[in-house]
């Protein structure tokens, strides 16, 4: 199973940025699907979710409102849109998918049931 995600950049506060990420050897409709982010020296942290469980999604207070989490299914890819990006937005980002995630019954945004990461996107707000 692969992950790669894509997207990040530099942008000025207030811009967008749209994280896409692309699974293989996986069929993402059967899974639930995150993203993740760690900002130098911060510790990693759920950004949002969508639970296989009941298909509802899930954000982190900081987020919500700017951000939205979203599936292709049929191109088994994940996108975050990002709207409205602050400085402390900056992070690495990473999208994160798991088998367990198919019973998971616990808080998505925890990094517990994801085996499968991508690889990080880079995401600098800054003027």
């Known amino acids: 199973v692969q992950l790669q995600a894509s997207g990040g950049g530099l942008v000025q506060p207030g811009g967008s940025l749209r994280l896409s990420c692309e699974a293989s050897?996986?069929?993402?409709?059967?899974?639930?699907i995150a993203w993740f982010r760690q900002a130098p020296g911060k510790q990693r942290e759920g950004v949002s979710c969508i639970s296989k469980l009941d298909s509802s999604t899930y954000y982190t207070d900081s987020v919500k409102g700017r951000f939205t989490i979203s599936r292709d299914n049929a191109k088994d890819t994940m996108y975050l849109q990002m709207n409205n990006l602050k400085p402390e937005d900056t992070a690495l980002y990473y999208c994160?998918?798991?088998?367990?995630?198919?019973?998971?019954?616990?808080?998505?945004?925890?990094?517990?049931?994801?085996?499968?990461w991508g690889q990080g996107t880079l995401v600098t707000v800054s003027s």
């Open positions: 050897r996986i069929s993402l409709e059967h899974y639930g």
């Open positions: 994160a998918t798991g088998v367990r995630t198919a019973w998971y019954s616990g808080n998505c945004l925890s990094a517990d049931p994801y085996d499968f």
